[in-house]
């Protein structure tokens, strides 16, 4: 068995294949990112996850692609929980950027952008991933991402600066004190999470003039920073990953237009094109082996 996993902060997607490449379940759990989670937490949500019962042993190879997964020490936390949880698997973790590169990518060179619970972006053009502005996360950075515009909402919301329906639906919908907001916040690994987890409600009021506003000027910003920093043509492909730039779709390619940019491509989730880019990987591994194979009579 051979499990693929696509995770940001908020969940992880998991795809598990047989040896014939043949899909045989998909799971969801909770997402696991280095900066917030240890190596026990993810072991112990997956051991806890019923639907992961029958395959832990019979695992072989598992690929982990996940935000904050960046540098070795990074990795070698997910790695370490990900070997607690399958321990007769081999075990290969890499960055969420590269997942949304091999989701996006068609042949042309390639900006790829994520925007999900936080966001980021890269350039990759089959070959070389390479990235200029790191993604600083939610406190500094993530512009156009779920913590983002989540901060955004509570920040006015809480200084009465929300236009009168959507603070009321606000207040009716979470019934939410700074006191608790600020536990969430200040108190709590998951704080960027916590923030995301208001983007359905923003979603909700995507045609109200404050939320449309909200959403082109985060957009501008992660364009102007991100996007702008990669030498952008008309040889260059420019594609997002992640619900945010799906929902918003059409604020977001505005904002491309403005700059005289074209948006070429939004794969809300990049699961099922990392599952065929893999799956096309196995089957020429296993051809190529055919033809160096050398048959004795």
Known sequence: ???????????????IIDESSIEVARIRTQGF????????LVKTKLLGTD??????????????YGAGCSSSELNEIIKVGLKGAFPNAKIYVDHD???????????KPLVSCILGTGSNSC???GVELKQVNPALGFI?????????FGKKLLNDFFYKKLPLEIYEDFNKT????????RKNIYSNIFANVYLASFMPFIAKHKDNYYVKEMIKQGFARFIDVHVMSYPVSKDVQIGFVGSIASIFQ????????????????????????????????????????????????
């Not at 990112?33 to 026990?40: A, I, K, L, T, V």
């Not at 639907?51 to 982990?64: A, D, I, Q």
């Not at 950075?141 to 913590?147: L, S, V």
Request: hydrophobic fraction near 35%.
């Open 174 to 181: 979470f019934n939410l004190d700074w006191e608790a907001a």
């Open 1 to 15: 068995m051979i499990a693929i996993a696509e995770s940001g902060s908020t969940k992880c997607e998991w795809v």
């Open 33 to 40: 990112n280095p900066y917030f989670h240890s190596s026990e």
């Open 250 to 297: 059409d604020i977001l390619e505005k904002e491309l237009v403005k700059r005289e940019l074209e948006l070429y491509k939004i794969v809300r989730s990049p699961i099922d094109e990392l599952v065929n880019y893999h799956v096309k990987q196995f089957k020429s591994k296993i051809s190529s082996n055919k033809n160096n194979s050398v048959q004795v009579n």
């Open 97 to 107: 950027l590269l997942a949304s590169a091999y989701s996006l990518y068609e042949g």
């Open 51 to 64: 639907e992961f019962s029958s395959f832990l042993s019979k695992m072989k190879e598992v690929y982990f």
């Open 140 to 148: 500094l950075g993530d512009e156009g991402g779920g913590a983002y």
């Open 123 to 125: 350039y990759y053009n």
